[in-house]
């Protein structure tokens, strides 16, 4: 559909396959923010950072990868309703694994499923196969905004360090100075609202965000969340992620992946070393969404 491809982080969730003779055929469902960091993490075992599921089952393959999800929160309550679709209240229409089902295939049958309900099927996603020998024909087939790939993800861009807070504000109200105004409301703009801008060069969107999803929302009426619109085709879930484009360094990554690595493994010992504070955060706000899922 022409949609350009909205530079920024990666967020992915993965399907891993077991090509150990022992174990051949299970699979694991995660998150990664590096999928070739992850991989080699899950083959190295979990005192490698690789999660207790696969630990020591290897060789892993990463076969198959979704990206193009607008945060990591939105990738994490992604993961979780493929890992247990019994339990999503969007997947209740999805039965339960056959008993002569392989588990790769269910997996792919649940996303199936998944890639065709909301919220997930107005999300600007990325069906990638890594390993385009273990395709298999999605059925239902994903909407038409979500193309499939094949090979490595394409390299993601450096992110850069943010600026001190004044210089921000200075160079946020320099730029807002230019174009002040609502290019659909014509009301001012103000700082703290955060416009959409199409990435678009030379065009000159620049809109609050209410006015932007009114006028995407002109052809869809019945809907809450915007999927697309405007001459130049933009996807709402690429101009959101654009404008709250999370530019912190590559530890909170690492820690984003550790947490969720924890999270599948036995419970800790009696006295455990204390976590640092920003992965305390990050695992309450995941379990927070979790029972909103």
């Not at 103000?190 to 009114?214: F, K, M, T, V």
Request: proline share 13%; net charge positive; hydrophobic share 35%.
């Amino acid at each position: 559909m022409g949609h350009a491809a909205r530079p920024g982080r990666f967020f992915g969730v993965y399907l891993l396959y077991c090509q150990n003779p022992r174990h051949r055929g299970r699979v694991y469902v995660g998150f990664t923010v590096n999928p070739a960091r992850r991989v080699r993490q899950h083959n190295a075992g979990r005192k490698k950072g690789g999660a207790w599921r696969t630990s020591g089952r290897g060789p892993w393959d990463m076969v198959l990868i979704l990206h193009g999800f607008p945060s990591a929160v939105a990738a994490l309550r992604f993961e979780w309703a493929w890992q247990h679709p019994q339990a999503s209240r969007r997947l209740t229409h999805v039965g339960p694994r056959l008993r002569s089902e392989a588990s790769f295939t269910f997996h792919l049958r649940v996303l199936a499923h998944m890639l065709r309900v909301p919220p997930w099927v107005r999300l600007p996603l990325t069906v990638r196969w890594l390993r385009p020998d273990f395709r298999h024909e999605l059925c239902p087939a994903p909407p038409p905004h979500m193309p499939i790939a094949f090979g490595p993800p394409p390299p993601q861009p450096l992110v850069p360090k943010r600026p001190a807070a004044s210089e921000a504000d200075s160079e946020r109200r320099l730029d807002l100075g230019a174009k002040a105004s609502c290019t659909l409301c014509a009301r001012m703009l103000q700082d703290e609202e955060g416009p959409l801008c199409c990435p678009h060069p030379g065009c000159p969107l620049r809109a609050h965000i209410i006015c932007l999803a009114e006028e995407f929302l002109q052809e869809e009426p019945g809907q809450l969340l915007p999927l697309e619109g405007h001459s130049c085709s933009l996807l709402w879930g690429n101009l959101v992620g654009q404008c709250h484009e999370d530019t912190e360094e590559e530890e909170v990554d690492l820690e984003l992946e550790e947490v969720r690595g924890d999270l599948c493994r036995p419970p800790p010992p009696p006295s455990p070393p204390r976590l640092p504070l920003t992965q305390l955060l990050s695992l309450q706000e995941h379990w927070t969404d979790l029972l909103e899922t």
